[in-house]
């Protein structure tokens, strides 16, 4: 980490930061988290957190809850988020399905899982988060109309993906098959790569009734 990341995670955790509990299913207070009642985006995987912060930042009116495992994004999440001024950003660090099971049903109003692990090999594809019982638990939390919206470059996970979520009975396609690319989802360095690599971005965003 940069020292000016350092000094983020030391300075902004208290205020910013929650640690998911080691428990699963501890309840999670959002409002209390928050400071305030709004609409409440999950997003799983955040990264380096310049999406979570790009989307936070044109969205003032939703709060942003990003779960990530590692350190350095963490870090990093919260300098963008001190730099820019963002109120409506919070950091969790652990298992994000530890801490959607401690949650409220209905408490979402959308999840955002963009380019996570494909775990490209069959033996570790039980690793994955998009499965069935993964996608039950997150379909559980979202409000009425609220989205889960995911993304990847890997074609044979965005199938896996497509034929998870069509199989749910909970949750309804927004779009005849693969969506076109949001305008409101920023690129991420995963997606550049990608698309540099000559590699299609699929998204997939289903709402739940």
Request: hydrophobic letters at 40%.
């Amino acid at each position: 980490m940069s020292s000016r990341q350092t000094e983020a995670l030391d300075r902004l955790w208290p205020v910013h930061g929650l640690r998911v509990p080691d428990e699963p299913g501890t309840p999670v207070d959002l409002a209390g988290l928050f400071g305030r009642r709004a609409p409440v985006v999950m997003e799983i995987g955040s990264g380096m957190g310049d999406t979570t912060a790009a989307m936070a930042a044109a969205d003032p009116d939703r709060d942003y809850l990003a779960v990530e495992v590692h350190t350095p994004g963490i870090a990093n999440l919260l300098d963008l988020v001190d730099r820019l001024g963002l109120r409506n950003v919070r950091v969790a660090q652990g298992d994000a399905l530890d801490l959607v099971a401690g949650l409220p049903e209905a408490a979402l109003d959308a999840v955002h899982v963009f380019f996570p692990d494909p775990w490209p090999k069959s033996r570790h594809h039980k690793r994955r988060i998009i499965q069935p019982a993964h996608v039950a638990l997150l379909r559980s939390r979202l409000a009425p109309g609220g989205t889960l919206h995911c993304a990847t470059d890997w074609a044979e996970y965005a199938e896996a993906m497509r034929e998870t979520l069509d199989a749910d009975p909970g949750l309804a396609n927004a779009h005849d098959g693969f969506a076109p690319r949001p305008p409101h989802r920023p690129v991420t360095k995963f997606e550049r790569r990608a698309l540099t690599a000559g590699r299609p971005v699929f998204d997939l965003i289903y709402r739940r009734p």
